[in-house]
Structure formats: structure tokens, C-alpha cells
């Protein structure tokens, strides 16, 4: 997965909240190398997204996902969990932030 981040990011450089958007569906996969590599080319390390409730942290700690790995590297380096105090977006509908624009789609095809 690396190699073709690379690849992509030579190929057409991505604007900060795009990196960010990759970085965070990184640390939800799991995929701690193309997370490194993301952060240290402009990542937020706690970006979170309109569509979903959580920081990468807390997208690296969901069930399922449980990188333990990915999960002490991004602690840290001072990675920070959604405060209790965030609002809360589960009851959002699903097509919320997944429109034509959202980004959400490019960055999955990007990763």
C-alpha cells in the first residue's frame, strides 16, 4: 500500500485536507506505513472527518480494527481520542458527507 501512495502523491500533490482524509482512512485500515509516511507529509495528526465520529486514533482502536501496532505509534506522537464532548454524529444519515465533493470517494480511491 506504501508504494502506490507514493506513487499517487508524485503523481498530482494533494491539497492538506486531503492528506488528512488519506491519513485518517490509513489509521482506520490499519495501514501504519502509508499513516507514517501521510503525517510526515502534512497529515493533522487528529483530522477528523464530517462523515465520521472520531480522530485516526479512535478509527485505529475500533473493533475490528484493533492495530495495536498503529495504535501506540499514533499515542505517541501525541494522538488525541474525540473528547466526550464532541458532537455526536451517529444519528446522522448515512449519505451525510458522502455527497459529490465530499472527498470521501477520492480519498477511498486513493487508498
Known sequence: ?????EQLLEQRPLAAGEVSQAFWHAC?????RAAEY?????????????YADGTPLDAAS????????????????G?????PDWP???DAPASVGRASGSGV?????FL
Do not use: C
Not at 500500500?1 to 501512495?5: A, Q
Open 1 to 5: 500500500m506504501l508504494d502506490r501512495v
Open 28 to 32: 482506520s485500515g490499519g495501514q501504519r
Open 38 to 50: 501521510l503525517l510526515a507529509h502534512g497529515a493533522e495528526l487528529n483530522w477528523v472527518p464530517d
Open 62 to 77: 475500533f473493533r475490528g480494527t484493533r492495530q495495536d501496532n498503529l495504535i501506540n505509534w499514533l499515542r505517541e506522537r
Open 79 to 83: 494522538a488525541a481520542t474525540k473528547p
Open 88 to 90: 455526536d454524529r451517529s
Open 105 to 109: 470517494a477520492e480519498s477511498r480511491g
